[in-house]
């Protein structure tokens, strides 16, 4: 059993930046963390994925370039640093982690643990 616990979020405008944390209560040096959004009547979407165990990460083609997933393993705790937000950005934001390996790291079905959420605004 992991619980994870997420901080941050908020609003920001156009262009700005944020950083979401999520951290977990035991060791996840051998997970995947990941970061998963959802806006309203939308599908939940993954958004950013790190194998903490080989270091690979995936982003979805919408946020190549602007958003970054990193872990600290010290603390238990993974970062989506976002940066160059647009208002399609605007979701509720979820971190999931999983042990063992998965061919689909964004995809929702692949994780077993779930945080409880934050919601970030874009304004435009």
């Known amino acids: 059993q992991v619980q994870l616990v997420q901080f941050g979020g908020g609003s920001v405008e156009t262009g700005g930046s944020l950083r979401i944390s999520c951290a977990a209560s035991?060791?996840?040096?051998?997970?995947?963390m990941a970061w998963f959004r959802q806006a309203p009547g939308k599908e939940r979407e993954g958004v950013a994925a790190?194998?903490?165990?080989?270091?690979?990460?995936y982003y979805a083609d919408s946020v190549k370039g602007r958003f970054a997933i990193s872990q600290d393993n010290a603390k238990n705790t993974v970062y989506l640093q976002m940066n160059s937000l647009k208002p399609e950005d605007t979701a509720m934001y979820y971190c999931?982690?999983?042990?063992?390996?998965?061919?689909?790291?964004?995809?929702?079905?692949?994780?077993?643990?779930w945080g409880q959420g934050t919601q970030v605004t874009v304004s435009s």
């Open positions: 999931a982690s999983r042990s063992g390996t998965t061919w689909y790291p964004l995809s929702q079905d692949s994780y077993h643990y």
């Open positions: 790190r194998d903490n165990f080989g270091g690979t990460t």
């Open positions: 035991r060791n996840t040096s051998r997970y995947y």
